[in-house]
């Protein structure tokens, strides 16, 4: 089993942290507690927490500005990352006396994703404007997700079959989709659909009567083949449970889109495809804010699913964008997500 370690380092320079540790980062750690068992531990600034084989080591950083982290900072944050620490910041943009945004935060759409990406680490998008304090900054609720994402990210319970059928299914179903998974790991690096790590973002589900043949959890999208899935013979939605057969845990988001495919299925006409994917530009960008949920959808839940479809029938398309967190698409085929990321992700209607 693997062992998780998650850790909270306040940025002694910023004259935000007690703030922060009062309103962000303890809400975060009682409710992680209280619904999973994780607990945050403070860690002074500098240190790096033990890490080694099979553990997790997490830790929340801030608050900082990424548009004027210092040298000193940017070490630190990359010594986290060097040892194999997972890091995630909470932003903190200065505001205007107005309390907008000042001249220059729209560089962070492209200068903070080179950051994460120079050192390892993921900056936690800032929605929240606290305008007492004058500036743009995450909630508790943030680093919540956040910790569950890089940390548990499995939420249901699985069990895994060995039955000879099974694993002749799963067999049958590899060579079947051999083709397509090939096609969607080139577009997934075509059009680098992930935030933060290929590895981490997005899931991919094919649908079938009574089963499904669902990515892994932690497989890398953009280098996927049909052994990176697994096959789903069934799921309980009350007991939170799915069976499987293959080598590694279906995907974190196989909850949800179980439960998505079979509402369709009831409904409508369950599609032949779910993809799951991200994009920096997409999730936050001005194009199609129309399709953005109204509210964030904590994901990984059988729950999900249900909001998930009704998302789809209120705004009658194939796709839609989840708040703060990535896009869902149904179709067919490999072929016409090929189509719809041209099209979409690539810039045009």
Known sequence: MTDIRCYSVINPASPHG???????IRPAALALRADYGITLEPLAYGEIPPTGPGVITYVVYGPTDPLAMPDGEREYLAALAFA???TNIVSAYPLTAAGTDRPGYERAGTLVPQLCDALDINAIFPDELDLVRGIRTNTWQDVYVNVIGETIRVK????????????????????????EIAELARLHREHRLWQRKPYTDGSVMFTHDGHWFVSQTLTDKTLM????????????????????????????DAPEFLVLST???????????????????????????????????ETGHFAAGRRFFE???????????IREHG??????????????????????R
Do not use: K, N
Not at 311 to 321: A, Q
Not at 327 to 348: L, Q
């Open 18 to 24: 007690e703030w922060a540790r009062r309103e962000i």
């Open 84 to 86: 194999g620490v997972r």
């Open 156 to 179: 249901y319970q699985p069990t895994e079959s060995r039955d000879p059928g099974d694993e002749a299914m799963r067999a049958r179903l590899c060579r079947e989709h051999a083709g």
């Open 225 to 252: 083949t049909s052994d990176d899935f697994d096959l789903v013979t069934s799921f309980d939605e009350g007991l939170r449970g799915i069976t499987y057969t293959g080598p590694r845990l279906p995907s974190s």
């Open 263 to 297: 509402l369709l299925s009831a409904h409508a006409r369950r599609p032949r495809l779910i993809v799951h994917f991200h994009h920096r530009e997409l999730t936050r960008g001005p194009r199609y804010r129309e399709l953005v949920t109204d509210s964030i959808v």
């Open 311 to 321: 998302e789809l029938r209120l705004r009658s398309t194939d796709w839609f964008i």
């Open 327 to 348: 896009m869902v698409w149904i179709g067919d085929s490999a072929a016409e997500f090929g189509a719809f990321a041209d099209r979409v992700v690539a810039g045009g």
